[in-house]
């Protein structure tokens, strides 16, 4: 069984969520931000979901924890 592996593609913020709605209207107007801006970013490299395709059953299966894209090497 040989399978193609590929990143999968970030997904879009839903913008209906409340999480997004509560920080749009505590963030709108002069108040400052309610979560605490980070200046220096800790982490140098992302992670990458990955997804596996079987090549006889095509079926699609997904890694339940991503990897770092620095070890992961996309040909």
């Not at 980070?38 to 990955?50: P, Q």
């Not at 006889?56 to 992961?72: A, D, G, S």
Request: aromatic share 6%; charged share 35%.
């Amino acid at each position: 069984m040989i399978e193609k592996v590929r990143a999968r593609p970030k997904t879009k913020k839903g913008a209906l969520k409340w999480g997004i709605r509560h920080y749009a209207k505590i963030s709108a107007g002069y108040t400052p931000s309610p979560r605490p801006i980070v200046r220096d970013k800790a982490k140098t490299s992302r992670r990458a979901n990955i997804k596996y395709q079987c090549s006889e059953c095509k079926k699609m299966h997904f890694k339940q924890h991503p990897v770092r894209q620095k070890k992961l090497e996309q040909v």
